[in-house]
């Protein structure tokens, strides 16, 4: 559920914070003053494009924030959760939009992508603009719609995965029976994993070849270390360590003769003389070990040479090349075996589709159950929206062609007939504006409730709509709040009574600077306002009583 919401130099709004409920909030105004810049916030606030327009004149940034209550909304949380964005069960989201065009969004404190808001927005708001009726116009739309409705979702995606299964056994049957593409690619991936098998080498093989190619190619570097280190610890010098250590050991010890307190330092320049002696030993011993082999460095570098081309030509790093070599031997095994390869795909091939054929079915029989119920319901609501004897109902038709199709085995159309004694046609056929704006609310209201988004938002879904019908709108927008927070910008008295919350949007101009003020109305300030929506420019006391009429019928 949204909470509140602030805005800060967006758009006309200079500053506004609004505080939200659950049930149904209106949103009223004068044509203009920015009743849909609500909308338009949380629309951002959902990851939608930004436009630098939307930043108020003669400012830098405009600023956005929601927050909402996860309470009962479980996906919303766990989808948090996974995202590592969870807050204690905490929902804010907050954007910001730069005036040259840019913008940056957080989701509880952490930055956040567009892709991610879009995503967790899903889970928990649904908004439906003034035009988005015409979305039933679309044969897609309405195959999801009635998905939706019939809470397929699962049996959707199995149809799709086994699609996507099928099509990928047709992909690799059609790379294994290529012909001449087919010879050409076997002798080039014969010498490609010629090259790689005897090249690549394992990760741990590949650092001890570096460190091979290291000590080789600095080889007289390092003799010519290990003996300076040999003469600098135990030459013929005076200085050298060791006999340096040597005299300070002596001296030391006839101190310690004095003082017995010096005995524990003998000791250590004891055991420093000790391991002095090994360290020397240890530098002789390398040095006459070190291996001068002008041929093993050839070889080392050489095989280093040819990863690196063969890094370059798979444009991979040179620890993945063994990983490579065996992918493209699999590859050129199944072309070279492919007659056992090819029947064991066209089995998988034949059991996807089998699988398919099962899914699809079952899809088509919750399809065929939720089409009876959905047009039983939207017929009885068109009556209900001023369309009496008008019938909704959902045709399905087999898709044309027999192979797996991600969509399932039917293609929806919704039909309608908006008057008695004539038979149902395409809705995108015969339905006028304002039918369609009807039979969209009526869609809205018997599928819509079912989502499990906390917040449902409509933008002015009832434009072309008024009288006895506009009251209609109005109830079932309020029954729809009883099952979830609903917010409804309006133009309509008989939709704006409806609301257990109203807000009011208003445009002051002063000192050639407009803003928008955003208030909610309490009970007498709420009948000013329905008596304005009623009466225009000059409120009547009878206006003024219709109104106070119409919001005691509504909310009573």
């Known amino acids: 559920m949204l909470s509140s919401l602030y805005v800060r130099n967006f758009a006309v709004v200079e500053e506004a914070e609004i505080g939200f409920g659950p049930g149904m909030t209106v949103v009223t105004g004068e044509t203009g003053a920015g009743k849909s810049l609500l909308v338009d916030a949380l629309m951002l606030l959902s990851g939608a494009r930004a436009d630098s327009a939307l930043v108020r004149a003669g400012s830098d940034r405009a600023e956005l924030s929601a927050e909402f209550d996860l309470s009962a909304l479980p996906a919303a949380r766990d989808w948090l959760a996974q995202q590592e964005l969870d807050d204690d069960g905490h929902c804010n989201l907050r954007r910001v939009l730069k005036a040259e065009g840019s913008s940056r969004a957080w989701i509880n404190g952490r930055p956040a992508t567009l892709t991610q808001l879009s995503e967790l927005a899903a889970l928990i708001v649904e908004i439906h603009g003034q035009h988005e009726h015409q979305a039933l116009l679309s044969r897609t739309h309405q195959l999801a719609l009635l998905d939706a409705f019939a809470q397929a979702a699962p049996l959707r995606e199995r149809v799709a995965e086994q699609t996507r299964a099928w099509r990928d056994c047709g992909r690799r049957i059609e790379a294994l029976t290529g012909g001449e ?75 310690a003769e004095l003082d017995s307190r010096l005995e524990p330092l003998a000791a250590l320049l004891e055991n420093a003389e000790i391991q002095l002696g090994e360290a020397i030993d240890g530098l002789g011993h390398y040095a006459s070990d070190l291996d001068m082999d002008p041929e093993r460095f050839a070889e080392v570098d050489q095989h280093l040479a040819r990863l690196h081309d063969l890094g370059r030509r798979h444009r991979l790093p040179l620890e993945e090349l063994q990983q490579k070599a065996e992918t493209l031997a699999t590859e050129l095994e199944e072309l070279e075996g492919a007659g056992a390869t090819l029947e064991r795909l066209r089995r998988e091939r034949d059991e996807c589709a089998s699988r398919y054929t099962k899914a699809a079915a079952e899809l088509s029989k919750a399809r065929a159950k939720a089409a009876a119920t959905l047009g039983e319901q939207i017929t009885a609501l068109m009556q209900e929206l001023g369309m009496a004897g008008g019938r909704f109902q959902v045709s399905l038709t087999p898709r044309d062609g027999d192979d797996p199709d991600a969509l399932g085995a039917e293609r929806c159309e919704f039909e309608v007939s908006a008057n008695p004694g ?110 304005r929506m009623l009466g225009g420019i000059e409120i009547t006391r009878e206006t003024e009583a219709h109104a106070r009429k119409m919001l005691k019928q509504a909310q009573g």
């Open 422 to 531: 004539q038979p149902p046609r395409a809705l995108r056929k015969v339905a006028s504006g304002g039918e369609l704006a009807r039979i969209s609310l009526a869609v809205e209201v018997a599928a819509l409730g079912m989502d499990s988004v906390g917040c449902m938002i409509f933008d002015e879904v009832d434009s072309g709509i008024g009288g006895a019908v506009a009251e209609v709108v109005g109830q079932k927008l309020r029954t729809l709040g009883d099952r979830c927070q609903t917010l409804c910008v309006t133009h309509l008295p008989q939709v704006a009574a409806q609301g257990h919350a109203h807000i009011k949007v208003s445009k002051q101009s002063e000192d050639d600077t407009t803003r928008t003020r955003i208030e909610s109305l309490d009970g007498k300030q709420r009948s000013r306002e329905l008596a």
């Open 181 to 255: 593409d087919r010879d050409e690619r076997i002798a080039l991936l014969r010498h490609e994993v010629e090259a790689l098998q005897r090249w690549s080498l394992a990760p741990e093989d590949l650092q001890e070849l570096e460190a091979d190619h290291r000590r080789l190619a600095n080889a007289g570097r390092l003799l010519e270390g290990a003996n300076g280190l040999s003469e600098l610890l135990d030459g013929d010098s005076e200085f050298a360590a060791r006999r340096a250590v040597g005299r300070a050991q002596a001296e030391l010890a006839r101190l």
